[in-house]
């Protein structure tokens, strides 16, 4: 078997196949994901900023390394496993995705890291010198900024898709089909959304930015706004109404 | 009247800056709630114990302010890349409701309670509320693109 027929297989399990058609946990594991990356990715900030001198001065490094260790095992253990099913989830899409694999290049290199600096600089009687720690904190924000980039970039990836087109009319009638890559030009939110949703679209289709979802039908969504309109329009749509005057 | 369209927004207009600035909002996330977390643990009696509450508020708050700073300034500029798409969209309104809500019990509540060095329960009281506001403003982060 090779790894594109695991991962094809993978997608086709039950429970990857059910996971990547429910609207609701589907997003709940993203969200899982992405809260353990906030609630302890931070820990992993502050080791290495401790390690540069910059956050935490009073506490010596050794004490800090151990003492947010296990929340840092903590989240690894919650977002890994988040991790695999959202990759499960969508196999086919993720396999050829180059940023998927630089992500998993970055981690296998959090691997190689831990191999060169765990027992010098982290250890609990790590006497290395700042130096060293301090490459070694600057490498882990490195490798982590960049795992985090290339996760959110692997939505942004849309493997080339090849048509056919016929031999036009001048060409010998034995000329060979040519391929041609189309790539969907659609941007921003639209492109994400696009990225995010299951059903596959159509390539061509034109896509107007600007045109929300849930704009009552036959109202005529502008495709330019004011930017002075921004601001009443906030005002309009604000959800505080009922949350003021509990806070006041 | 200025007129905003939106082709003319860098951010609809090349390949990578949208990714890019979301990646800018996703990491200074992790560095503003994280560093909140961290004064959540230690009022919940968990990491960083060899320092008081009140000690951790004052080391982790520059990181917290450059951390809300980054997310708040990229999350206004994704915002500009569809901002109809994002009025319209009902767990957009409602993670501003809780960024709101978020950051005035950042700053009143959960530090009045951090700095007090009380040992009472309402610590951890305050520690929960923390976390679940900022879990449940990630959550409806997430639902934007979902619903």
Known sequence: MSIAEVFHWTQNTGWATALRESDVVYPVVLSLHLSAIALFGGTILLTNLR???????ASPVAEVV???????????????????LLASAKADTYYPN???RIK???????????????????????????????????????????????????????????????????????????LVAVKDRSRGFARQRRANTRAPHDVGAPHQVGTPDHIRPGAA????????????????????????PVVA | MLIYDLNANPLNSNEWSFPLTECFHVASMALCIGTIAIVDL??????????????????TDPWSIAGFSIVIT??????????LKYLHSAPFK???????????????LHRKVAQSGSESGWRYVAAGVSLALWTALVFSSIFVAFW
């Open chain 1, 66 to 84: 151990r003492q947010l260790r296990p929340w840092k095992w903590a989240g690894f253990f919650l977002i890994v496993p988040c991790g695999v």
């Open chain 1, 98 to 100: 180059p940023y998927f």
């Open chain 2, 94 to 108: 409602f993670k501003m409701g809780l960024l709101l809500l978020g950051i005035l019990y950042n700053y009143t």
């Open chain 1, 104 to 178: 998993l290049f970055l981690l296998a290199g959090v691997g190689i890291h831990a191999l060169f600096f765990r027992r010098s600089v982290y250890g609990p009687t790590a006497a290395a010198a700042p130096a060293r720690a301090k490459l070694a904190a600057c490498l882990s924000l490195a490798l982590w900024l960049g795992i985090l980039s290339m996760g959110r970039w692997i939505a942004y990836y849309e493997k080339p898709k090849t048509v056919t087109t016929t031999p036009s009319a001048g060409s010998s009638p034995t000329a060979p089909l040519r």
């Open chain 1, 51 to 57: 390690l540069l001198g910059l956050a935490l001065k």
């Open chain 2, 74 to 83: 990229s999350g206004l500029l994704i915002f500009t890349s569809d901002p």
């Open chain 1, 221 to 244: 969504a502008p495709e330019t706004i004011g930017v002075a309109m921004l601001v009443p329009l906030s005002l309009k749509y604000h959800m505080f109404v009922g949350v003021f």
């Open chain 2, 42 to 59: 230690r009022l919940l009696g968990a990491g960083l114990t060899n320092r008081t509450p009140a000690q951790l508020v004052r080391n």
